[in-house]
């Protein structure tokens, strides 16, 4: 492996031409010529065998079935042996702060798995550090060998009034970032019902980016197609991925939307909605995959955007429709077609050798002309990004938190109570508003847990106000005493404990403070896992190999204490996202995402 690479994006395809133009008509020998593969092109939707590529500057030169006369002294030669020739896969959507690792480390572990261009709204860390955590993102990015274009996050706080981040971002943040070399867009828009009732943030910063020339990033959370639904599109968003539902894909598309069909670590949304294509035959040239979020125990062991393609071929999707929803979709999308997401002429040398193309083994993965990864291994070392000290050390409690920060004062005279309770439902980002009586004891409600009913707490923790919102939820299962803290708690990204008793609670959430974020289990007043996050308490600065076997140690400690849901520590860090119905919790308070609304804990 090649230690301490520096990597640049190729020169302009304007600047290449005339190189490309003489490799292609056998003047000049190209850099790489990859021999006797099956082309996957995305363009015609055809897969034609016999073909060769001729590479120069990170470019291809020549496409066609017979490149020798671009082979001269010093020509790298590839056999492809009869193999698939994939362009490189793009994630549409996704944010790196949720695999927990740094922009670095989430390339070194997708990049084995096919993945070379990616999406990214910092809005996690912008909702912690503002602009700056925004621009060390986007400079950290731009030192990638694959392409990592960033969103410019549009909705800090997400929902002004219904929670309170640690920063907050204007139209004229917007418009300074849209200058930036490597915003590709707006990241995106989650507050809705704000596009639909022209808020000025939300006007404004959509206009900026239109104004731009750059897309426009969608988030509509909402079961409702009606008036709402149209007022959003008209305000400006391109495209979303919220959709769970087959005629929510259906309605995105109608109205001009691209429809982004996602499967991330607990986000199980393709097998749903792809049914617009498979049996409602609609043009799958308007559908997108991408992940949204996965953690790194996912990208280690399941992998990134391959996973998402061999799961809609799985659905019935033909092999060259996923792909091409994977590549060529997604690069259009975002108006960089002429760069990215096909094998063709001028475009970035980023593709794949695959052997098997409905299961896409990935044999050899290149990125601008250079191979990357080679049976599943990295073969580049990619140089570690040092975030400044201004980066860390975010999480501030204020004060020593004890079990009595977590009682829940009955209503006076009071044996019993009817609360609220946050459902979680297993897969999805949604939530169920729920209601469970419980008792009273001393004047307090009591932690009787009635099914798997547990208390949950918000924590602020970026100004240091010591408060803490204390509600219900259930979902979990959790039969043992324990309690889960993480500072990982979209999109504010405060600290959400949920346990089943106040002491482990309060000793959970005081050691996130002691080590700077993160997530961590407790029981019985002992440490049972922990992974570390101390940049912006979102982010580790270990390897990604390191933090999928910590986050790993995390889920069988959760299971332990009898949590079987599928990937509970992303469902745990959403129950703050006041954007996405039903029931959620802020520092505000319990909130009716339905109603947009702050609601009392007690029916």
């Keep these: 492996m090649a230690k301490n690479q520096a990597f640049h994006a190729p020169k302009p395809w304007s600047k290449m031409a005339p190189t490309l133009v003489d490799v292609a008509m056998g003047r000049k020998p190209a850099d790489l010529v990859v021999r006797n593969g099956r082309w996957v092109n995305v363009h015609s939707g055809e897969v034609i065998p016999g073909t060769d590529l001729a590479i120069s500057g990170g470019r291809f030169a ?3 079935p017979d490149a020798s006369h671009a082979i001269g002294q010093g020509t790298k030669l590839v056999d492809a042996g009869g193999r698939y020739l994939v362009p490189g896969l793009c994630d549409a959507h996704m944010h790196v702060e949720s695999g927990m690792v740094t922009v670095t480390e989430f390339a ?16 996690e860390i912008a909702n912690v550090l503002g602009l700056e955590g925004v621009r060390l993102m986007h400079d950290e990015a731009m030192a990638m060998p694959i392409n990592v274009g960033v969103q410019m996050p549009s909705c800090v706080p997400s929902a002004p009034g219904l929670e309170n981040a640690g ?24 507050n809705f019902p704000g596009v639909a009732a022209n808020d000025p943030v939300m006007v404004g910063g959509i206009a900026e980016t239109m104004k731009a020339g750059k897309t426009v990033g969608g988030h509509y959370a909402s079961p409702d197609l009606g008036r709402p639904f149209h007022g959003y599109v008209a305000g400006g968003p391109e495209d979303d991925h ?45 559908f997108i995959l991408c992940t949204d979020d996965s953690h790194s125990g996912t990208l280690v062991h399941e992998g990134h955007m391959d996973r998402v393609v061999r799961h809609a071929i799985a659905q019935g999707l033909k092999p060259v429709t996923a792909i091409q929803m994977a590549t060529i979709n997604t690069a259009q999308h975002f108006r960089m077609e002429r760069e990215l997401g096909s094998i063709a002429p001028g475009r970035r040398a980023d593709f794949l050798i695959v052997s098997d193309l409905a299961e896409m083994k990935i044999d050899e993965v290149y990125g601008r002309g250079v191979r990357l990864a080679k049976s599943g291994k990295l073969e580049v070392d990619i140089r570690a990004y040092d975030y400044p000290e201004s980066a860390k050390n975010t999480v501030k409690l204020g004060k020593r938190l004890e079990a009595r920060d977590f009682d829940i004062e009955a209503p006076e005279g009071a044996n019993e109570v009817r609360v609220r309770v946050i459902g979680v439902i297993e897969n999805q980002a949604p939530t169920r508003a729920l209601e469970a009586d419980l008792s009273v004891e001393n004047g307090l409600v009591a932690m009787d847990r ?100 910590k986050a790993e140690k995390l889920v069988e400690a959760m299971r332990a204490m009898g949590c079987t849901l599928n990937n509970a520590y992303m469902q745990h860090s959403l129950l703050a996202l006041v954007v996405i119905p039903e029931l959620r919790i802020s520092d505000v308070g319990i909130i009716d995402v339905t109603k947009f609304e702050k609601v009392d804990l007690f029916v």
């Design 62 to 64: 020549y496409c066609g």
């Design 108 to 123: 070194r572990a997708v990049i084995p798995h096919g993945t070379t261009s990616m999406f990214i709204d910092p809005h």
């Design 167 to 190: 920063a907050s971002l204007q139209p004229e943040d917007v418009a300074e970032a849209m200058t930036w070399p490597n915003i590709v867009g707006l990241g995106e828009v989650m």
């Design 242 to 286: 919220e959709g769970t539902r087959v005629e929510d894909a259906i309605a995105r598309v109608r109205q001009g939307m691209k429809a982004m069909l996602r499967l991330g670590s607990a986000w199980y949304d393709v097998a749903t909605q792809i049914k617009a294509m498979t049996e409602q035959g609609l043009d799958p040239r308007n």
């Design 450 to 549: 009635p099914g798997d009913v547990c208390q949950i707490a918000l924590v602020e923790r970026h100004r240091g106000t010591g408060s803490v919102t204390n509600g219900f939820v259930s979902g979990f299962g959790y039969m043992q005493d324990c309690a889960l803290a993480s500072t990982v708690a979209h999109d504010s990204h405060h600290m959400i404990v949920v346990g089943t008793n106040k002491e482990d609670m309060a000793a959970a959430a005081n050691r996130l403070g002691e080590i700077g974020g993160g997530v961590v289990l407790y029981s019985k007043g002992k440490e049972l896992a922990a992974v570390e996050m101390p940049i912006a308490g979102l982010m580790s600065d270990e390897r990604a190999e390191i933090v999928a076997e």
